[in-house]
């Protein structure tokens, strides 16, 4: 099996989300339990735009001494100088350089022309390695740049000393049809004698950027960056938790091996929900409040008979403690009978029937009754 490197950018692109940022200890805090989910890389943060991050990976690296430490920066001296001296004592460093592929980032952005572009990625790459051992290269805006221009791109950075030459969908404009395509033709153009391993980042302004991930990685990306629950710039980056669950749910279309403890997923998710202060959906996939939660009658029986009728997963494979019935308008009498045996009531059936007339008739306009509720429906009942 194909082994896939998991790059977690929580720290970095994670926190570039609006109202994001994180203190040295939070972001601390969130690095050992990424150590602990076993990641394979993690990106602590962009030293050239933040002190904090200066001095973050260093004390990281107390700490976090299995895992691959991770700095970005832009393609210009002062920024890989900066990063360098961000990784100096730290074991397992990378330093990761962002430039553009694009047109419009090359003339909109930085008013140079393709050849220049060029340039940029061979100087600022050779002049990392002459600072630091692993040096990796992240094409800008990849997914809008001329296809033959792109793999130019990958193969300059691969030729001056990368290791990692990564595909960035930054915009979220890909999909993944582009992504197969375009990961295709830069792994199939990249020279042997180099090894560089391909990487891919994705956004998720469509709503794509999972799939996308997958798609590049069924194409023969081997290392996937990603952030838990999907935090990042604008609508964010893909998901930690879908990618690696789409992968051990689907081993028939995803033939990879992963090194993540899945039953940590939830706790990770929480971490970071605590110390970002970006919440997620109650829907949110693998993670979210209702990921395990049961509502309709029609699936609390089936659940009852048998996990595997409405569960594709068991909550515990993520670190979820328990699934939940929730008790509503949908409810039948077997869910409630489940629900009210886990509160330590056993009721006879024509009681269970009672209680689901009296939830009906006070559920007018709520949706569903909490656990204190249903329990005053049942002193209610033996009170009549
Ligand atoms: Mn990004």
New binding site residues.
């Given amino acids: 099996l194909q082994k896939i490197s998991i790059f977690d950018t929580t720290l970095r692109?994670g926190e570039q989300a609006a109202g994001a940022a994180m203190s040295l200890d939070e972001k601390l805090d969130i690095a050992i339990q990424l150590q602990k989910l076993n990641v394979d890389v993690i990106e602590t943060g962009f030293p050239a735009a933040s002190k904090d991050d200066l001095g973050a990976v260093n004390i990281i690296a107390k700490e976090v001494t299995d895992t691959t430490l991770c700095v970005f920066a832009r393609a210009v001296e002062s920024d890989i100088d900066l990063a360098a001296k961000a990784l100096k004592g730290v074991q397992n460093g990378r330093l990761q350089i962002v430039s553009p592929t694009s047109d419009v980032h090359l003339q909109k952005k930085l008013q140079i022309d393709r050849d220049k572009g060029l340039e940029l990625i061979r100087n600022s790459v050779k002049y990392a390695k002459n600072l630091v051992s692993e040096v990796a290269w992240i094409g800008e805006d990849c997914s809008r740049a001329d296809p033959a221009y792109r793999i130019d791109c990958f193969n300059a950075a691969a030729e001056s000393g990368a290791s990692v030459v990564s595909y960035?969908d930054?915009v979220g404009y890909a999909t993944p049809e582009d992504i197969h395509q375009d990961i295709k033709s830069i792994v199939t153009s990249l020279s042997e004698e180099f090894s560089v391993i391909v990487g891919i980042?994705c956004?998720d302004d469509m709503g794509l950027a999972v799939a996308n991930s997958l798609s590049g990685l069924q194409a023969g990306a081997t290392e996937v960056q990603c952030t838990i629950n999907g935090i990042?710039?604008r609508a964010g980056?893909a998901a930690l938790e879908e990618i690696v669950m789409a992968i051990k749910l689907r081993p028939d279309c995803y033939e990879f091996d992963l090194n993540v403890d899945t039953q940590l997923l939830m706790q990770t998710s929480e971490l970071v929900v605590k110390h970002s202060g970006m919440s997620i959906a109650n829907n949110k996939s693998i993670v979210g409040k209702n990921a395990f939660a049961h509502g309709s009658g029609l699936h609390q029986f089936g659940i009852l008979k048998d996990a595997s009728t409405y569960e594709i997963m068991s909550p515990e494979t993520v670190g979820c403690t328990a699934r939940k019935f929730v008790i509503g308008r949908h409810s039948g009498r077997h869910g409630l009978k489940h629900k009210l045996l886990d509160l330590g009531y056993e009721l006879k059936n024509e009681d269970l029937e009672q209680i689901l007339e009296l939830i009906k008739s006070k559920l007018k306009n709520k949706r569903y009754i909490n656990d204190d509720e249903l329990l005053g429906l049942i002193e209610t009942l033996k009170s009549n």
Avoid: L, P
Wanted: charged content about 25%; glycine content about 12%.
């Fill in positions: 692109d960035a930054t980042h956004h990042g710039e980056n």
